[in-house]
């Protein structure tokens, strides 16, 4: 690890929270259902399943300032673990158990179709 590399996780990883961040405040929540966050999550997987498919040809600049710090700064799974247990909390099971399933099976399934994408061409 150097300070090097360590500049450009926080530069990535700031880009990634305030494109989060704006995020949230142009896509509203409905029905209970946090949006926002679910498309976020699903924005960082389709990048992370791109990025991860052009690895090898990137330097490892370009791949810890991408994957690394704008897709970690970006993904928000903090977020998404507060937001499921307030739904818990609440008592919306359905919809929390919704909203873990769609999340995970949605994301890793854009993941893959990124990175399958890119691997064909």
Request: a neutral charge; proline letters at 2%.
């Amino acid at each position: 690890m150097s300070i090097t590399n360590l500049f450009w996780v926080f530069l990535g990883g700031g880009a990634g929270s305030m494109l989060r961040y704006g995020m949230s405040w142009y896509i509203p929540e409905s029905g209970g259902f946090p949006w926002a966050t679910f498309w976020t999550n699903l924005l960082s997987c389709l990048l992370i399943g791109w990025l991860l498919a052009v690895a090898p040809v990137l330097n490892e600049t370009t791949r810890i300032l991408l994957i690394t710090g704008f897709c970690g700064g970006l993904s928000t799974f903090s977020t998404f673990s507060r937001e499921t247990m307030q739904l818990l909390q609440r008592g919306e099971w359905l919809v929390a158990l919704t909203y873990v399933l769609a999340s995970v099976l949605i994301g890793l399934a854009v993941v893959f179709v990124a990175w399958t994408s890119l691997q064909r061409s």
